[in-house]
């Protein structure tokens, strides 16, 4: 499709037939289940409401438009099924793209693309099961991210960060928000964590907000299809804020990186701005001060950002970020490692903010904050991905849990090269930055003086060598090991 039209244009073509299989893929296992089973209606359409499945009518079934793909008219098939599956199914009302009719739309593509994902199995039990769909749509969001040139992150966030933010905050029950929710991932990560802990998906409010309408319509859908209820709303957190009154309990976000072209001109003097300005130029800071805004007075937020925002010192960001620590908001910073996003070399940390530290569900961590330094962990899935597997984000979140002194079994205590409790006090010294390499130090190994020693020893030897041999670019580097007792 590349050589008819962009790929703005053609993700919509190909998310929405992604869509419209799967949920054709849930109504044909179901519909083969009633037909054997004689006591039943396989038309029936409270059979798959009770069943959280979205009911298909018959024009609109995978089988009828592949059977049609190779017709002129598909195009127009496409769109009269779309709209079918609008109208009996409440929750998908106004979020299904129907334009597949129009003429720029090659009709002999888009019958090749019908064949092409029929191969596909994604809505059936065991491909829900691993959660298909949602790699598909990760996988494809990555892929029109790159052909669009947006920025890393904006779409959305590997499953292995959100499973890591969702395992720290814990968020078992009340209001969650994303006000830059993507396509959901938080939202599925948070239903699926409290149904593992043996909660109650009814104890959790969902709110979210998106303004690429794109992404937000995939987001409606992705909610959909797993039934989860929840408040959706379509437009731009700073200047369009739909949720202007929300407290949440719990705040998983992550928002663009370094976003340039915010709106920040427009709202200088805007009420969320309680530690200072953002920079025009760079909506870090803004997310922050919004994602505060939003919390209750026992509220926590855990949200990815740049690295960047851990040290800058520039444009009003580094008072930004002093206002906020002296306010004793920041609990936990986590500096995560290299190629975890598919879009974006840039370095990444985890924030978690706390409204209020003192003695609530946990102890009272009033005037501390936890610094982790997660940079060498994690595991490459490919040459050039990396992902936190879940003994990595177990390590992680326990580590939090005991600081945070819910775990009467497991003693917090600092680990050098990893994880270290730090004062206030100590935060000023290093002029309010919350780079956790700072303060972590280095990891401690057995036999590590004599071991340096060695090293050192063999390094010179290696570098004399090199000098013998002619080459003068490590003359210097002798001089300076003989200084310190190295030499040959």
């Keep these: 499709m590349r050589s008819n039209m962009d790929a703005a244009e053609y993700k919509h073509v190909v998310l929405g037939l992604i869509f419209l299989k799967y949920i054709s893929d849930a109504f044909k296992e179901v519909h083969e289940e009633l037909t054997k089973d004689k006591t039943s209606d396989p038309e029936e359409v409270d059979e798959y409401v009770a ?52 003429p720029g739309l090659n009709k002999q593509r888009l019958g090749e693309l019908i064949d092409l994902i029929g191969t596909i199995g994604l809505g059936d039990k065991e491909n829900r099961s691993k959660d298909i769909l949602g790699r598909v749509y990760e996988y494809f969001l990555g892929q029109f991210a790159d052909a669009e040139g947006k920025k890393g992150g904006q779409f959305y966030t590997p499953r292995s960060i959100v499973k890591l933010l969702v395992e720290m905050l814990e968020p078992y029950r009340g209001r969650i928000f994303d006000p830059c929710c993507g396509s959901g991932g938080m939202f599925v990560q ?43 709303e379509w437009g731009d957190s700073f200047r369009d804020d739909q949720f202007k009154d929300l407290k949440a309990d719990f705040i998983l976000a992550n928002p663009p990186f ?72 920041v609990d936990c910073m986590v500096a995560l490692p290299s190629q975890l996003f598919y879009n974006t070399g840039i370095p990444a940390c985890l924030w978690f903010i706390s409204r209020d530290k003192r003695n609530q569900k946990f102890r009272d961590r009033s005037g501390e904050v936890l610094f982790i330094d997660a940079r060498n962990l994690g595991m490459m899935v490919d040459r050039r991905h990396r992902e936190l597997n879940d003994e990595v984000v177990k390590k992680i979140s326990e580590t939090y849990h005991a600081w945070r002194g819910e775990q009467k079994d497991k003693k917090y205590q600092d680990i050098p090269g990893f994880c270290r409790s730090t004062s206030l006090e100590e935060l000023r010294k290093h002029n309010w930055i919350l780079t956790p390499g700072r303060f972590v130090g280095t990891e401690e190994v057995e036999g590590d003086e004599e071991l ?17 041999e002619g080459k003068r670019l490590d003359e210097e580097i002798i001089r300076n090991l003989e200084h310190l007792g190295y030499g040959e």
């Design 190 to 232: 948070s239903e699926k964590f409290v149904q593992a802990h043996g909660g109650r998906i009814g104890d959790v409010s969902v709110f979210g907000q998106e303004s690429n309408q794109t992404t937000w319509r995939l987001c409606k859908m992705n909610i959909a299809i797993r039934g989860i209820d929840a408040r959706i």
């Design 51 to 102: 069943r959280r499945v979205f009911w298909v009518p018959k024009e609109a079934r995978w089988d009828y438009l592949a059977r049609n793909a190779k017709k002129p008219e598909i195009g127009k098939l496409i769109d009269e099924a779309l709209d079918r599956i609008e109208r009996d199914n409440r929750s998908l009302r106004g979020v299904l793209l129907k334009n597949y009719a129009r």
């Design 258 to 329: 370094n976003d340039s072209d915010w709106g920040g001109e427009l709202l200088q003097d805007d009420a969320r701005w309680k530690f200072g300005i953002p920079p025009r130029t760079n909506a870090n800071f803004a997310w922050v001060q919004h994602f505060i805004h939003h919390l209750s007075p026992t509220g926590m937020t855990g949200f990815v950002l740049a690295n960047s925002s851990m040290s800058s010192n520039t444009s009003n960001e580094r008072e930004i970020r002093k206002n906020i620590i002296e306010a004793d908001l």
């Design 452 to 468: 340096f020693e060695a090293k050192m020893k063999e390094l010179a030897s290696q570098l004399s060598k090199q000098v013998h």
